[in-house]
């Protein structure tokens, strides 16, 4: 895969706010959850897996939403997270173009 020179990067805004939001533990361990996942999944199932509070869980899943890391889903009274397949191919482009 043929690298770009750093100066050459088109690193964006929306770039930075992602990689601003994975730099918490809790919310790097959402996010692999979610990625491993595959697919949707409830608010309850994450905390439960991850045995992280409702109150904090629902901070940490805000914040890689106004990210654009994930996206959530409200079906009755359940809310269903998973994760913006084209933000994270975006990122993983990006930080492949410059190694």
């Known amino acids: 895969m043929k690298t770009l020179p750093l100066a050459r990067l088109q690193a964006r805004d929306t770039h930075a706010h992602a990689f601003q939001a994975l730099a918490s533990r809790t919310r790097l361990e959402v996010f ?15 905390q439960a897996e991850l045995e992280i509070p409702g109150p904090t869980l629902s901070h ?5 939403r106004r990210a654009g890391l994930v996206q959530s889903r409200k079906e009755e009274r359940f809310v269903y997270y998973s994760t913006r397949p084209e933000m994270v191919s975006e990122l993983v482009r990006l930080l492949t173009a410059c190694c």
């Open 60 to 64: 940490h899943l805000d914040r890689l």
């Open 32 to 46: 692999f959850f979610l990625v491993r996942a595959r697919r949707e999944a409830p608010a309850g199932e994450i």
